[in-house]
């Protein structure tokens, strides 16, 4: 019997304690493969979904996906995110959660996603410039970006 992934368990956990501490819960996804999302707010291959109770109707976080309805510009929508998706779960006030590595073997949605992406160079979105697995640049334009850098980091990145 293969092993169970801690993913899932550290998403419902992470999204448990932002619920307990009065906070935001938002899940950063990597598009691909099977994530239903609305493509129209997808940027650099990427999206932000606010999964808190008030902003979701019938939010399911088992094993194997997140799914959920959600309004999005009024017109409520399905989302459904395979947990192997999921680049982050944290609190959009602070941004304390836990980052996680995705790994979406190569398919044709992924394919067609870098194909259709602009050719513009990759902004940061809502917190996730610590959430990048990569190798990253230490110089700043930002000053303010700057002295947070000696601040301890709250996202880890899970295998």
Do not use: H
Request: aromatic share 8%; glycine share 8%; net charge negative.
């Amino acid at each position: 019997m293969q092993e169970t992934s801690t993913k899932p368990y550290f998403m419902r956990a992470i999204y448990e304690w932002c619920t307990d501490n009065g906070y935001t819960p938002y899940m950063a996804v990597k598009v691909g493969g099977a994530a239903q999302v609305p493509m129209e707010f997808v940027r650099n291959g990427e999206i932000v979904l606010n999964i808190s109770f008030g902003a979701t109707s019938g939010l399911k976080m088992d094993n194997e996906a997140v799914a959920f309805k959600a309004r999005f510009g009024g017109v409520s929508r399905e989302i459904y995110v395979p947990v192997a998706n999921v680049l982050a779960v944290y609190a959009s006030e602070n941004g304390q959660g836990m980052a996680f590595e995705v790994d979406l073997s190569e398919s044709t949605a992924t394919t067609e996603l870098a194909s259709s992406q602009s050719e513009e160079k990759p902004k940061p979105g809502l917190g996730l410039a610590a959430v990048s697995s990569g190798p990253t640049d230490t110089t700043s334009q930002n000053p303010e970006k700057d002295q947070k850098k000696s601040e301890k980091p709250s996202l880890k990145i899970i295998k």
